[in-house]
């Protein structure tokens, strides 16, 4: 049976690992384009729970760690993978809803609707994954639940049966065995897992490494997760003061000093030939007060806990903040948000009446809350959202049920298909018959991406090294090649069909207007004056030329 208070400390010490294993995972990766890795955006997503988790005391229950862990995995979920283990969670927080203290069936039954969740959303699940794994781990929970009451001993065989699947993933993906890796989440739900069962078990919060994303001490030594407002490490729990009206023959000073550094930090004392004064942090203020006895009287006493201190004025704060962002009131009936990166894109997407960019993109995928905040910061009825990046679409769907108003979420996989959809709105048509014409005119654009290789990777029958250009059709990788240019004018050319009408050429911040104006040129050349060839200085890091072909 465990309590909420162990709960607390194993899901804070799942984020704690991740965030030490995130590059571990996200070199696991098997698509060698920069993207938001797995691990980035599961630690990212962890984190935001942690932050949570480390504001409540040792009375919490069960229900009410996992509901407020949930919570917070939901709001800063980011990526797919972030988005998944944010569900896995949330069906865990409903298992154990209502509950004070959590037997190993309630953990079964927890992790089987966590699991159910996760499928549900997933609209085409892929075996291999983090799915996989998440499943054959519960189906493990639930056999083993039948024989035991050791929560300890019952995660312990969920962590080895979720180890022994991961390891098996390669077999189920081929992708995964062309490259000789696990899958990534899977991967990481292990690390979470396993850091947990440490904590089960009855060890400690694992300790943040240096270059970690989060930075929680053990609620014996009590810190907030970087990020907090106040970002403090409180070792000893009360700020103790007092004076003493010395004895006419009173002992010295120093002897009560040094007493004071045996049982706290930050201590002052100050002597003349009347008082002595006394500043000591301490867990142990009685004893500093019996022991100042021992020199006089003592007079203006104070005492204050400094950890309810600091958690009230970080709850404050987190309060505050909340109170401060007040959702804006419709004032139209249709309004939009999107994700770009790159200042000529954002202007490009302002220019077609979005009322609130989300910086973001590859490598750079926004979280839930922030998708929220964009929607809530838009003065409309129904607000359509254009994620404009498959890794970002699933965290933009779950902001729909957080949102005070309408949602549509246009899938939009990339900046083109944003583009088209936006220059689709008509505002003298419905709701349904602008979400048919925007969501038929992203479908009609093919997009070209110009990129780099962010790691050496067996991709597809490519042996590609990091540094290597990428071209990728339509998202798909169509040739490496070893010059900017020239890989961009191929894939522009392989892109145009015999209906082509417009090429528009986004360069971003590494390519020069000289060579973008070039490329222009050059194209125009080859196309003919059939088919009009644009150029937009997007500025967005990534991909060196992103090509809208309609």
């Keep these: 049976m465990i309590n ?134 519960s189906v493990k929970a639930r056999e083993v639940s039948k024989s035991t009451n050791d929560v300890a001993l019952l995660w312990q065989e969920v962590c080895d049966e979720a180890s022994a699947t991961l390891d098996r993933t390669p077999d189920m993906l081929p992708v995964l065995k062309k490259a000789g890796v696990v899958d990534a989440g899977g991967k990481g739900l292990l690390v979470i897992f396993e850091a947990m069962l440490e904590v089960f078990k009855g060890g400690e919060i694992i300790k943040a490494e240096n270059d970690s994303a989060i930075s929680i001490k053990s609620h014996e030594n009590i810190s907030t997760a970087v990020g907090d407002v106040d970002d403090v490490v409180i070792t000893f729990t009360y700020c103790t003061e007092f004076i003493i009206n010395k004895k006419e023959d009173g002992k010295d000073a120093s002897v009560l000093r040094a007493y004071l550094e045996t049982i706290g930090d930050s201590m002052v004392v100050v002597e003349d030939d009347e008082i002595i004064k006394i500043h000591v942090h301490t867990d142990h203020p009685g004893k500093a007060l019996e022991r100042g006895l021992q020199f006089g009287a003592l007079v203006d006493i104070k005492i204050e806990n400094m950890r309810e201190q600091h958690q009230s004025r970080v709850r404050d704060n987190k309060i505050k903040a909340i109170q401060e962002f007040v959702p804006v009131k419709p004032e139209k009936k249709f309004g939009f948000v999107t994700v770009a990166m790159g200042s000529g894109i954002e202007a490009m ?16 995928n926004p979280s839930t809350d922030d998708i929220l905040r964009a929607i809530h910061s838009t003065p409309a009825e129904t607000v359509f959202v254009l994620p404009n990046n498959k890794n970002i679409i699933m ?29 689709a709105f008509d505002e003298t048509l419905d709701f349904i018959e602008n979400r048919i014409m925007m969501t038929k005119a992203m479908e009609r654009v093919s997009t070209g991406q110009i990129t780099f290789a962010a790691r050496d990777s067996e991709y597809e029958g490519y042996s590609i090294k990091k540094g290597e250009i990428l071209a990728l059709d339509n998202s798909k990788l169509a040739f490496t ?55 937009l200085n997007g500025g967005q890091s990534i991909y060196y030329y992103i090509i809208s072909v309609e």
């Design 395 to 423: 965290a933009a769907e779950q902001a729909i049920k957080l949102a005070d108003r309408s949602v549509c979420v246009l899938q939009t996989r990339t900046i083109p298909q944003g583009i088209s959809a936006m220059l």
């Design 481 to 535: 090649a070893k010059d900017v240019t020239k890989a961009a004018m191929k894939l522009a050319r392989r892109l145009v069909k015999s209906d082509t009408n417009y090429i528009t050429l986004i360069y971003g911040a590494d390519v020069t207007d000289e060579n973008a104006e070039k490329l222009q040129t050059m194209l125009q050349s080859r196309v003919g004056d059939k088919i009009e060839v644009m150029l």
């Design 4 to 137: 909420g208070s162990l709960l607390r400390d194993a899901i804070i010490s799942g984020a704690i690992s991740i965030a030490n294993k995130k590059r571990e995972i996200d070199e696991l990766n098997v698509y060698p384009v920069p993207d938001g890795d797995t691990g980035t955006n599961m630690s990212a997503t962890m984190s935001a729970a942690a932050r949570e988790l480390n504001l409540l005391d040792d009375s919490v229950t069960v229900s009410q760690a996992s509901e407020i862990a949930a919570s917070a995995l939901l709001r800063g979920a980011r990526g797919n993978s972030g988005v998944i283990l944010s569900l896995l969670f949330r069906g865990v927080s409903n298992g154990l809803n209502g509950l004070k203290t959590a037997t190993c069936e309630d953990m079964a039954n927890a992790l089987e609707l966590g699991v159910a969740a996760a499928y549900k959303a997933v609209m085409k699940p892929t075996e291999g994954t983090i799915l996989t794994v998440a499943r054959l781990a």
């Design 349 to 364: 997407f302002k220019d077609l009446g979005v009322d609130v960019v989300v910086s973001g993109g590859q490598t750079m």
